[in-house]
Protein backbone atom coordinates (compact mmCIF):
# COMPACT_ATOMS: atom_id res chain seq x y z
CA UNK A 1 0.00 0.00 0.00
CA UNK A 2 3.14 2.54 0.33
CA UNK A 3 3.70 2.53 -3.53
CA UNK A 4 0.02 2.63 -4.33
CA UNK A 5 -0.27 5.32 -1.69
CA UNK A 6 2.52 7.57 -3.46
CA UNK A 7 1.53 7.00 -6.75
CA UNK A 8 -2.01 8.15 -5.91
CA UNK A 9 -0.33 11.33 -4.35
CA UNK A 10 1.19 12.01 -7.49
CA UNK A 11 -2.22 11.62 -9.46
CA UNK A 12 -3.86 13.91 -6.80
CA UNK A 13 -1.58 16.45 -7.45
CA UNK A 14 -1.61 15.89 -11.28
CA UNK A 15 -5.06 15.67 -11.23
CA UNK A 16 -5.35 19.32 -9.41
CA UNK A 17 -2.90 20.82 -11.79
CA UNK A 18 -4.60 19.84 -14.55
CA UNK A 19 -8.43 21.01 -13.46
CA UNK A 20 -6.06 24.25 -12.93
CA UNK A 21 -4.53 24.57 -16.48
CA UNK A 22 -8.41 23.82 -17.44
CA UNK A 23 -9.69 26.98 -15.47
CA UNK A 24 -7.09 29.21 -16.79
CA UNK A 25 -7.67 27.59 -20.60
CA UNK A 26 -11.75 28.08 -19.95
CA UNK A 27 -11.13 31.92 -18.59
CA UNK A 28 -8.79 32.55 -21.45
CA UNK A 29 -11.72 31.24 -24.52
CA UNK A 30 -14.18 33.18 -22.57
CA UNK A 31 -12.22 36.38 -22.70
CA UNK A 32 -11.58 35.61 -26.83
CA UNK A 33 -12.89 37.94 -29.34
CA UNK A 34 -12.52 39.43 -32.84
CA UNK A 35 -10.29 42.17 -31.46
CA UNK A 36 -8.04 40.23 -29.44
CA UNK A 37 -7.60 36.83 -31.01
CA UNK A 38 -3.89 38.08 -31.84
CA UNK A 39 -3.28 38.94 -28.31
CA UNK A 40 -4.16 35.65 -26.67
CA UNK A 41 -3.34 33.28 -29.76
CA UNK A 42 -0.27 32.44 -27.61
CA UNK A 43 -1.27 32.43 -23.88
CA UNK A 44 -4.33 30.01 -25.49
CA UNK A 45 -1.33 27.56 -26.47
CA UNK A 46 0.86 27.80 -23.72
CA UNK A 47 -2.41 26.37 -21.54
CA UNK A 48 -3.40 23.81 -24.65
CA UNK A 49 0.48 22.59 -24.51
CA UNK A 50 0.20 22.68 -20.47
CA UNK A 51 -3.39 20.35 -20.17
CA UNK A 52 -1.69 18.01 -22.95
CA UNK A 53 1.55 17.47 -20.28
CA UNK A 54 -0.75 17.44 -17.66
CA UNK A 55 -2.81 14.63 -19.29
CA UNK A 56 0.49 12.89 -20.22
CA UNK A 57 1.50 12.65 -16.95
CA UNK A 58 -2.32 11.37 -15.36
CA UNK A 59 -2.00 8.75 -18.62
CA UNK A 60 1.70 7.55 -17.48
CA UNK A 61 0.28 7.02 -13.61
CA UNK A 62 -2.56 5.54 -14.79
CA UNK A 63 -0.22 2.55 -16.81
CA UNK A 64 1.45 2.28 -13.51
CA UNK A 65 -0.97 1.26 -11.78
CA UNK A 66 -2.51 -0.57 -14.30
CA UNK A 67 1.09 -1.92 -14.56
CA UNK A 68 0.97 -3.22 -11.08
CA UNK A 69 -1.96 -5.20 -11.45
CA UNK A 70 -4.61 -3.04 -10.50
CA UNK A 71 -7.68 -2.13 -11.45
CA UNK A 72 -8.44 1.68 -11.37
CA UNK A 73 -12.76 1.88 -11.13
CA UNK A 74 -13.18 5.66 -10.83
CA UNK A 75 -10.58 8.48 -11.25
CA UNK A 76 -11.98 11.22 -8.55
CA UNK A 77 -12.13 10.09 -6.34
CA UNK A 78 -9.62 7.12 -7.09
CA UNK A 79 -11.18 3.62 -6.59
CA UNK A 80 -8.99 1.11 -6.92
CA UNK A 81 -9.40 -3.00 -6.80
CA UNK A 82 -6.74 -5.50 -6.35
CA UNK A 83 -7.39 -9.05 -7.47
CA UNK A 84 -6.64 -11.41 -4.65
CA UNK A 85 -7.45 -14.51 -2.98
CA UNK A 86 -9.77 -14.80 -0.44
CA UNK A 87 -12.08 -18.14 0.35
CA UNK A 88 -10.21 -19.95 -2.49
CA UNK A 89 -12.04 -17.68 -4.53
CA UNK A 90 -10.48 -14.65 -6.46
CA UNK A 91 -12.35 -11.65 -4.84
CA UNK A 92 -11.32 -7.57 -5.02
CA UNK A 93 -10.14 -5.80 -2.23
CA UNK A 94 -11.16 -2.30 -2.54
CA UNK A 95 -9.85 0.52 -1.47
CA UNK A 96 -10.90 4.17 -2.49
CA UNK A 97 -8.74 7.96 -2.19
CA UNK A 98 -8.97 8.63 1.60
CA UNK A 99 -9.12 5.57 3.18
CA UNK A 100 -6.17 4.65 5.39
CA UNK A 101 -5.63 1.23 4.34
CA UNK A 102 -7.28 -1.76 2.14
CA UNK A 103 -10.10 -2.33 4.93
CA UNK A 104 -13.15 -4.05 2.41
CA UNK A 105 -13.54 -6.53 -0.30
CA UNK A 106 -15.78 -7.75 -2.55
CA UNK A 107 -17.01 -10.22 -5.38
CA UNK A 108 -16.01 -9.09 -8.82
CA UNK A 109 -19.57 -9.04 -9.81
CA UNK A 110 -20.71 -7.21 -6.90
CA UNK A 111 -18.49 -3.74 -7.35
CA UNK A 112 -18.42 -0.73 -4.79
CA UNK A 113 -22.10 -1.22 -3.38
CA UNK A 114 -21.08 -4.99 -2.28
CA UNK A 115 -18.33 -4.02 -0.47
CA UNK A 116 -17.91 -6.06 3.19
CA UNK A 117 -15.41 -5.40 5.68
CA UNK A 118 -12.23 -7.51 5.45
Known amino acids: MPLVKEVIARF ?3 R ?3 GAVF ?3 EHLEGQRSRANTQELARPLREQREALGEQGERIR ?4 ELLDLGIEIKH ?3 VLLDFPALRDDRIVYLCWQEGE ?5 WHDLD ?3 VGRQPL
Not at 60 to 63: G, K, L, P, S
Not at 100 to 104: F, N
Open 23 to 25: AKL
Open 100 to 104: EQIAY
Open 75 to 77: LDP
Open 16 to 18: AAS
Open 12 to 14: ALA
Open 110 to 112: AGF
Open 60 to 63: AIVR
